[in-house]
């Protein structure tokens, strides 16, 4: 999940996605029935993923910690335990009063069974009830994968590992990028409908990253469709004219209208995330104002 690698694989398919804004407000005269039919993203759902801050979580754990939790947050995804153990990390969550739901973690290449029952069991430690793998899509030269059968390889590995983590007790997902969405054989199949294709979902949910999906040329209200049931959470992240990252509710992304689907696609947690929250030129404490921005954004988000 290093920055560049994520950055780079920005193409030109983000130029398809200028989206539509929020419409008008209602009639004054149907204000009462306006608000009454509108819906909103619960406030206990709002999580952070912690990649936005690992540059402040570096320089002041606890503190980060403790100001995620004034901004109202009650849960956080992490990727990684900032150098702690998991016991440590977790005690850092207990003290800000702070619950990690979620965490990325990749599964091993070979898969290995040991190291991600031992992955597993300190996501139980730190207290999961997700966990999600957060990358795949370039071959070994950094390339966007074009062979279906590496897609179906790893397809079996997901299966995998989301059987071992069922039962251990955890909801295992697989979070995309834009690199699933290539054309897969130079036919018209992707590397993402091969996954979800050949992944039980009773045992790989998905973690949809709204960002990339549009990156790649994908209307997640579509996805949603596709995979009714299946999108247990998403990446609330934002997209700038400049086609790179933007707070949520800065951009051009139209979440509301995304969000008019969330009981049909099944999601359970709205995560805050930007790739680039604080680093040069922004700096470390600048994704703590990222964090704060996205949480009031989905926090008064009427839909």
């Not at 290093?2 to 193409?11: D, F, M």
């Not at 992490?78 to 003290?95: P, S």
């Not at 934002?238 to 990252?245: E, G, I, M, P």
């Not at 709205?270 to 680093?279: K, N």
């Given at each position: 999940?290093?920055?560049?690698?994520?950055?780079?694989?920005?193409?030109?398919?983000?130029?398809?996605?200028t989206?539509?804004?929020?419409?008008?407000?209602?009639?004054?005269?149907?204000?009462?029935?306006?608000?009454?039919?509108?819906?909103?993203?619960?406030?206990?759902?709002?999580?952070?993923?912690?990649?936005?801050?690992?540059?402040?979580?570096?320089?002041?754990?606890?503190?980060?910690?403790?100001?995620?939790?004034?901004?109202?947050?009650?849960?956080?995804?992490?990727?990684?335990?900032?150098?702690?153990?998991?016991?440590?990390?977790?005690?850092?969550?207990?003290?800000?009063?702070?619950?990690?739901?979620s965490?990325?973690?990749?599964?091993p290449?070979?898969?290995?069974?040991?190291?991600?029952?031992?992955?597993?069991?300190?996501?139980?430690?730190?207290?999961?009830?997700?966990?999600?793998?957060?990358?795949?899509?370039?071959d070994?030269?950094?390339?966007?994968?074009?062979d279906?059968?590496?897609?179906?390889?790893?397809?079996?590995?997901?299966?995998?590992?989301?059987?071992?983590?069922?039962?251990?007790?955890?909801?295992?997902?697989?979070?995309?990028?834009?690199?699933?969405?290539?054309?897969?054989?130079?036919?018209?199949?992707?590397?993402?409908?091969?996954?979800?294709?050949?992944?039980?979902p009773?045992?790989?949910h998905?973690?949809?990253?709204?960002?990339?999906?549009?990156?790649?040329?994908?209307?997640?209200?579509?996805?949603?469709?596709?995979?009714?049931?299946?999108i247990?959470?998403?990446?609330?992240?934002?997209?700038?004219?400049?086609?790179?990252?933007?707070?949520?509710?800065?951009?051009?992304?139209?979440?509301?209208?995304?969000?008019?689907h969330?009981?049909?696609?099944?999601?359970?947690e709205?995560?805050?995330?930007?790739?680039?929250?604080?680093?040069p030129?922004?700096?470390?404490?600048?994704?703590?104002?990222?964090?704060?921005?996205?949480f009031?954004?989905?926090?008064t988000?009427?839909?």
């Open positions: 999940m290093e920055l560049l690698s994520r950055r780079n694989v920005l193409g030109a398919a983000a130029g398809a996605a989206l539509a804004t929020v419409g008008a407000a209602a009639p004054a005269s149907a204000h009462e029935d306006s608000r009454a039919a509108l819906h909103r993203v619960p406030r206990e759902r709002i999580s952070v993923q912690l990649y936005t801050l690992r540059d402040q979580l570096n320089v002041d754990l606890a503190g980060s910690l403790a100001t995620l939790a004034r901004i109202g947050y009650t849960r956080i995804e992490h990727a990684g335990f900032v150098g702690r153990t998991a016991t440590q990390f977790r005690a850092a969550l207990d003290a800000a009063g702070i619950k990690a739901t965490g990325h973690v990749a599964i290449q070979p898969f290995d069974a040991n190291v991600w029952e031992q992955a597993l069991h300190d996501a139980n430690v730190v207290g999961n009830t997700y966990i999600v793998h957060p990358f795949f899509g370039v070994a030269a950094g390339q966007p994968i074009r279906g059968n590496v897609y179906r390889a790893m397809a079996r590995d997901l299966n995998r590992a989301g059987t071992l983590a069922r039962r251990a007790g955890i909801d295992f997902g697989y979070h995309n990028h834009n690199l699933e969405f290539t054309r897969q054989d130079g036919g018209s199949r992707t590397g993402y409908d091969i996954l979800t294709a050949e992944t039980d009773r045992l790989v998905l973690e949809v990253d709204l960002f990339w999906a549009w990156v790649g040329a994908q209307d997640p209200v579509d996805l949603i469709a596709k995979h009714r049931g299946r247990r959470q998403v990446h609330v992240k934002d997209l700038n004219t400049a086609r790179s990252f933007e707070d949520a509710g800065s951009g051009l992304i139209d979440f509301g209208r995304i969000f008019q969330a009981r049909e696609a099944g999601i359970a709205f995560i805050i995330e930007r790739d680039d929250a604080g680093t030129p922004r700096t470390p404490a600048d994704a703590l104002t990222t964090a704060r921005n996205g009031q954004y989905l926090d988000l009427r839909f």
